[in-house]
């Protein structure tokens, strides 16, 4: 069987790669004696599978894992026992049994929704450089790839952007951004609106398919570990 697991990268663990996530989860699963699934071969690894790469140093409330078990675990069980494991900010809000033949997180999310913070910013001046991105025909930014430096147009991933809130301390931002053929990170936002952004909080990620879009695992409004049935 495979669970779905929805949690939170929060506070100083925001710093942490990626790579080291995935390696607290493997000592949370292996110290709550959790039947995870392993690879074959000289090498073998456990069958975790990790959603979209938070970019280090942002936080997120949506971050999500699929884990492959050689038993069946009451989603509950794997939850607490995780839970309890995993280092202060990173928390499960939901897990589910996951129906066979689902696709994978990589596959299925099309788009992720952002809060950025925006020091120094009023809403005016904030309202200014959205009306400015969303006008543009292109959004172009220099990228590094393969050691090289790449010129790439990030308006077709800017699906959204607006100001919801600000204060003495700046604005608030937030947006919608595609992640195909490949991901927005915020430092990228920052530099195609030509605007300093502090610090940025992954909301949501959707699934988009025939004109629905649905996020792959709800958390509990409340922020307690929900326990679902199946997930979509």
């Not at 952004?197 to 509990?220: F, V, Y």
Request: charged share 25%; proline share 6%; net charge negative.
């Amino acid at each position: 069987m495979k669970i779905r697991v929805r949690f939170t990268k929060v506070g100083r663990v925001r710093w942490t790669s990626h790579r080291d996530v995935a390696r607290m989860w493997e000592r949370a699963l292996r110290r709550g004696q959790m039947p995870v699934s392993y690879t074959a071969g000289f090498t073998p690894r456990p069958q975790l599978s990790f959603g979209l790469a938070l970019p280090t140093g942002c936080e997120s409330v949506a971050e999500y894992l699929d884990v492959a078990l050689d038993e069946a675990v009451a989603p509950s069980e794997l939850a607490r026992q995780a839970s309890s494991m995993l280092p202060e900010g990173v928390d499960v809000v939901a897990a589910a049994v996951l129906e066979p033949g689902t696709n994978s997180l990589q596959e299925d999310v099309s788009s992720c929704t952002w809060e950025i913070h925006v020091p120094g910013v009023d809403a005016e001046d904030l309202d200014v450089a959205i009306g400015r991105a969303l006008d543009a025909d292109s959004l172009p930014i220099t990228r590094e790839r393969k050691g090289r430096d790449v010129v790439d147009d990030l308006r077709p991933s800017v699906l959204a952007l607006s100001c919801a809130a600000s204060d003495s301390d700046g604005a608030q931002l937030l947006a919608e951004l595609g992640t195909r053929p490949r991901g927005v990170r915020p430092s990228e936002l920052a530099q195609a609106l030509g605007i300093e952004l502090g610090l940025a909080r992954r909301t949501c990620q959707w699934i988009e398919r025939d004109g629905s879009r649905w996020e792959p695992l709800m958390a509990d409004p409340a922020g307690t570990a929900v326990i679902w049935e199946r997930a979509s």
